[in-house]
């Protein structure tokens, strides 16, 4: 009936058209009278009002989103704290009273870390926040620009306005023998901490050293004030930066993990990013709200050459896509969730620098371009034979040895030392030098009863020159 209808229609309009008269067409009429209106006009003005309405309650929008999504404040607040909260408790991270870290620079992101933290422990949410967070701030005014510590005063301050323990620490530190005693060799470790870097000549070798030493240290103040959890204020942009450096590193097979919600640094130590589904536009908005101060750090990539490194890079590639395309971030890391490497591609041996897995084609085993690479390590290792390595033998005399570092680095910690010209010892700290011995102890039992030991079948078909 509906064919035979539309035939009849379509037969009477052409009887007019033939006439003569004019037949305006009924799919695209706009208005009354039968006046034509364009589709571009109307699609325009339909924007203009999803614009400026929140899609939420109707009313007033103030914060745009994206193109089409507008929210008011009190929207946007609820919207913040759904998908913050209910990221971190479908994994059930956090228990009521638990201490927790919160790793503060002063920049956007961790400003708004602490802020999150503070309102949902005291506004009146329906389910408040029950845990005693501590600030860390970590002066890096030796590796980065040294108006960095001019800001330490003001971010105390805001700590202490929050009621929230401050507790500071530097960057150099990471090479005491302990926090304890952190004062009095802070000359020594910073010799070590500048040694290390002046031999890095890579501006994207620089950058990721000094993420896997600050994680380290990160961790040891975690360990020293009895706390397990680490939380930092990474968003969906910095995730999705991370990614692709990542990769570019040489360390595409972490990136499912460096782009979870949480992440284990190994001794019962994990680090939680809680804003990995929130882009910065909205940490920028939600910060505006609160009147958030920030006092972010100063990096050498400030103003320069957008090759000047890989995050360097990445990040511009990153913002640029996502001004046009805002969902590209939260794309990133969702399909970054997706990969994931398969279980005998790693090995049961870790990095003795980043603490990551080996995978089963480096262990024991250097590619072309690794085999030149020089960095020694001085390691005291113990006298006797039947020591397994795990314990700490403190009764018992060690020998001093030097040992060449790469073999005992995954593949993208190899990659670091790529652009060294010289052969250069490096100085280790405490937890380094304890995963080297072990390391290296249990390697020299393992050729002891070489010869007694079964060959595994994957191990015919790994290439030694990959």
């Known amino acids: 009936l509906k064919k035979t209808g539309m035939e009849d229609e379509k037969k009477e309009e052409d009887v007019l058209e033939s006439k003569g008269v004019e037949v305006v067409d009924r799919i695209k009429v706009r208005g009354k009278e039968g006046e034509r209106k364009p589709v571009s006009e109307t699609k325009e003005k339909s924007s203009k009002r999803s614009m400026y309405v929140c899609n939420r309650c109707r009313g007033k929008s103030q914060f745009l989103m994206r193109k089409l999504e507008g929210y008011c404040e009190e929207c946007f607040l609820a919207r913040f704290s759904r998908k913050v909260r209910s990221d971190m408790g479908k994994h059930k991270l956090i228990n009521q009273h638990e201490k927790l870290l919160l790793a503060y620079s002063g920049g956007n992101r961790s400003s708004c870390l602490i802020t999150f933290v503070h309102n949902a422990m005291h506004l009146n949410s329906h389910r408040p926040f029950r845990v005693n967070p501590s600030v860390c701030f ?6 980065l620009s040294p ?24 960057l150099e530190d990471t090479f005491a023998s302990s926090l304890e005693c952190a004062e009095e060799e802070r000359e020594s470790s910073k010799e070590k901490l500048s040694s290390v870097f002046s031999h890095i000549k890579s501006q994207s070798a620089k950058d990721e050293m000094l993420r896997i030493l600050r994680e380290q240290l990160l961790s040891r103040i975690a360990k020293q004030h009895d706390m397990e959890k680490i939380l930092v204020g990474d968003t969906s942009t910095t995730l999705a930066v991370r990614c692709l450096t990542l990769m570019s590193h040489g360390r595409g097979a972490l990136i499912n993990d460096a782009t979870g919600v949480v992440r284990s640094v190994g001794e019962g130590i994990s680090i939680i990013t809680p804003f990995r589904f929130v882009s910065s536009r909205e940490v920028a908005f939600y910060n505006a709200v609160f009147h958030v101060n920030s006092y972010p750090r100063r990096f050498k990539s400030f103003g320069a050459h957008p090759t000047f490194s890989y995050e360097h890079l990445t990040g511009r590639f990153i913002a640029n896509l996502e001004a046009g395309f805002p969902a590209t971030t939260s794309a990133v890391v969702r399909t970054a969730q997706k990969i994931k490497p398969e279980d005998t591609v790693a090995s049961t041996n870790k990095c003795v620098l980043c603490r990551q897995q080996v995978e089963r084609r480096d262990d024991g085993a250097l590619a072309k371009h690794h085999k030149n690479l020089q960095v020694f390590v001085n390691v005291a290792l113990a006298k006797q034979s039947s020591c397994c390595g795990s314990c700490e033998c403190e009764g018992t005399s060690r020998d001093c040895k030097e040992a060449n570092l790469i073999p005992l680095l995954c593949y993208g910690c190899r990659n670091l030392f790529l652009k060294t010209t010289t052969s250069f010892t490096m100085p280790v700290f405490s937890e380094m030098d304890a995963r080297i011995r072990k390391r290296m102890t249990r390697m020299e039992m393992k050729d002891q009863v070489k010869e007694f030991l079964l060959e595994d079948d994957n191990d015919d078909n790994i290439d030694n020159d990959s």
Do not use: G, W
């Open 138 to 143: 970590i002066d890096e005014s030796v590796v």
């Open 147 to 170: 108006d960095n510590i001019n800001h330490v005063d003001k971010l105390k301050s805001i700590a202490e306005e929050k009621n929230f323990p401050f507790i500071m620490a530097k």
